[in-house]
């Protein structure tokens, strides 16, 4: 459950048959997936539940679920049933799973509510990437097959990685680059910096937190990442 002090920031709901039932059924929920810009809090959401829940997945299964993401992808019609489970509109009867993305100040968790099979969670993310714009699909299809590459704790690394991004703040996530603007010190009200503002302050801000000039030894190698990663956001956008 969400604390008082966290506020949610995407979340899929997922309905399903039961463990024990004869018949497989699966249907979507509540979906507050923002994707904007990709992969968006949304992506992660979506990744992270595919991430925590592939690999107690049958292994004869997966080349499947890989080839069923690449047919909501390109927004194919998908022959139901698809996985041992029918996708459909009833939730009747269907039991829930929910899953959540929250934030706490700057900081990024998930919350997974799970109470059916792993695949049912899995095929539950798969079929929420079918309910956005063809667009977004393309975008986020690459971060669902990273996201079934991962081995390991879902934690800021895993949002990074998902993310192509060496931070996993909110901030840089849902507005790269007013987060990029203000790590690397640009003053309020800054809009279009130059590519020379731009390398200058990346160079101010780099000795800064180097540690012979006052920096943290500790934090000093995450700084100097993210800073590389604001001037690379930058400076993107320039061109």
Do not use: C
């Amino acid at each position: 459950m969400t604390d008082a002090s966290s506020q949610l920031l995407a979340e899929v709901e997922i309905f399903h048959s039961r463990t024990q039932s004869p018949t497989r059924r699966l249907s979507l929920g509540n979906l507050v997936l923002p994707v904007d810009p990709a992969p968006g809090l949304g992506g992660l959401l979506l990744g992270g539940i595919i991430a925590a829940h592939l690999h107690e997945v049958a292994e004869e299964l997966v080349p499947d679920v890989h080839r069923l993401v690449l047919q909501v992808d390109r927004g194919d019609r998908v022959v139901q049933p698809r996985l041992l489970h029918r996708y459909q509109i009833d939730r009747q009867g269907l039991s829930r799973s929910r899953h959540r993305l929250v934030g706490d100040g700057e900081r990024l968790s998930y919350e997974f509510e799970t109470n059916g099979s792993a695949l049912q969670q899995v095929l539950g993310a798969i079929y929420s990437l079918e309910r956005l714009d063809v667009l977004v699909r393309h975008a986020l299809t690459p971060v669902l097959h990273k996201a079934m590459r991962w081995r390991g704790p879902l934690d800021a690394n895993f949002l990074s990685y998902l993310a192509g991004s060496s931070t996993s703040s909110i901030t840089a996530m849902t507005d790269p680059r007013a987060w990029a603007l203000e790590l690397l010190g640009f003053p309020a009200g800054t809009v279009s910096p130059t590519k020379r503002d731009v390398q200058r302050r990346y160079r101010e801000s780099l000795r800064d937190a180097h540690p012979d000039h006052g920096g943290s030894i500790n934090e000093a190698g995450q700084r100097i990442e993210q800073l590389g990663e604001a001037r690379r956001v930058l400076l993107a956008a320039i061109q």
